[in-house]
T-cell receptor
């Protein structure tokens, strides 16, 4: 059964550094998403991407965040200058239609 | 502000019993409803979705939707210790791709 994959599984970075989180969505899916979950809190939407552009974004997704689909398979989230409060699990998800979303295993980002 | 409310639990049930998980939502225009299971330290796993009023069954799982009362529930029959996890309710309104997640209910199934 096809799955969403994410790399790395764990990223440790220093405050102020740039990080890129990578995702490979399910191959026939057209909609891609990034979410984050701070430890013990609920899943929060960051951004959705469809037809090679951002379709929706939340207030969390400010100028320090960007997304890209550099080729036909990868979907990336870049955080330009990380802050301590960016420490969280980051989940990529994809969906074939604008409905049921399937999540990847996540990247644990630790900012020190 | 769209709200999705769940009792955080934990809900503790004995093995073999029926576990009943509830979720209420504030947006009357909500169209799609999802239940995810999340094991500790893992990602959400989609287990059920429902779009129409009534019941939808899939194996040991039944999702129940009542749009008039703005609640959706998940029943797990013959609960197993492996069902112990946090169950997330997610609700999607019309005109948006994006579901709003509840905080989740922790379920513990004890042998």
């Amino acid at each position: 059964e096809p799955e969403v994959t994410q790399t790395p599984s764990h990223q440790v970075t220093q405050m102020g550094q740039e990080v890129i989180l990578r995702c490979v969505p399910i191959s026939n899916h057209l909609y891609f998403y990034w979410y984050r979950q701070i430890l013990g809190q609920k899943v929060e939407f960051l951004v959705s991407f469809y037809n090679n552009e951002i379709s929706e974004k939340s207030e969390i997704f400010d100028d320090q965040f960007s997304v890209e689909r550099p080729d036909g398979s990868n979907f990336t989230l870049k955080i330009r200058s990380t802050k301590l409060e960016d420490s969280a699990m980051y989940f990529c998800a994809s969906s074939r239609t604008s409905s049921e979303q399937y999540f990847g295993p996540g990247t644990r980002l630790t900012v020190t | 502000q769209k709200e999705v409310e769940q009792n955080s639990g934990p809900l503790s049930v004995p093995e073999g019993a029926i576990a009943s998980l509830n979720c209420t939502y504030s947006d009357r225009g909500s169209q799609s409803f999802f239940w995810y299971r999340q094991y500790s330290g893992k990602s959400p796993e989609l287990i059920m979705f429902i779009y129409s009023n009534g019941d939808k069954e899939d194996g040991r799982f039944t999702a129940q939707l009542n749009k008039a009362s703005q609640y959706v529930s998940l029943l797990i029959r013959d609960s197993q210790p492996s069902d112990s996890a946090t169950y997330l309710c997610a609700v999607k309104g019309g005109g948006s791709y994006i579901p709003t997640f509840g905080r989740g209910t922790s379920l513990i199934v004890h042998p």
